[in-house]
């Protein structure tokens, strides 16, 4: 941290209403505990972000690493959370390609595309994999930056809805590696995905095309 000056204005700052708060407690042996609260205010055009203790006058700069640190330590990196049989529709969209499933009587059926097979396996494999989302690491904590990573124009984009309840999870470009950024419509934040679940997700879910009845 880099000391800059005295504190003049604390909403100047942006430390009225800090967007983060650190409070730890040090405990000295023959001492009483003593709390100190740390409080992280506005981004500074020169990086970093403005700070000082809550009980101090002294500003001063902390670096946006340590904020994004703390927002990853505290942030619940299981994003989706619910029962498989609880999902009864299922849309899978990259590019021009839709396929919607519906479940009937315990079974998923293809609606459409019209003449193609589907893998039951693989949407079993998805759903599973959606049921229970987790991320590899926060990319950004808002959508706003959504183009920044790709997701204006989403690769795959995938619909679940959980007693009619739809949710959406669109999935950017992977990297190098197979780590893709990815968002979803029910929370704030921008993720990646680890490489073996960006393959598993965005690799579909039909099989061949149906053969023509030889009797017809």
Do not use: C
Request: hydrophobic share 40%; proline share 4%; charged share 35%.
């Amino acid at each position: 941290a880099l000391r800059i000056e005295r504190i003049d204005d604390p909403a100047k700052w942006g430390l009225d209403k800090p967007v983060a708060r650190l409070v730890a407690e040090v405990v000295r042996p023959d001492e009483n505990p003593k709390v100190y609260e740390l409080l992280i205010g506005k981004q500074l055009d020169g990086g970093g972000h403005a700070a000082r203790l809550a009980d101090g006058d002294l500003l001063f700069a902390v670096s946006s690493i340590l904020l994004d640190d703390l927002r990853t330590e505290f942030h619940d990196r299981v994003i989706w959370d619910f029962k498989t049989d609880e999902v009864n529709r299922l849309v899978w969209r990259k590019g021009t390609l839709e396929v919607v499933l519906r479940k009937e009587d315990g079974s998923w059926k293809l609606i459409r595309p019209a003449g193609r097979t589907l893998e039951r396996g693989r949407v079993s494999a998805l759903v599973g994999d959606l049921k229970y989302l987790s991320v590899e690491r926060f990319l950004s904590y808002s959508r706003t930056d959504a183009g920044k990573f790709g997701l204006g124009k989403p690769g795959v984009v995938i619909t679940v809805a959980v007693d009619d309840a739809e949710r959406t999870l669109s999935v950017g470009k992977p990297d190098e590696k197979g780590r893709a950024p990815a968002m979803v419509s029910d929370k704030e934040g921008i993720f990646q995905l680890a490489s073996d679940l960006t393959e598993r997700i965005t690799a579909g879910v039909l099989g061949a095309q149906e053969k023509p009845d030889a009797g017809k």
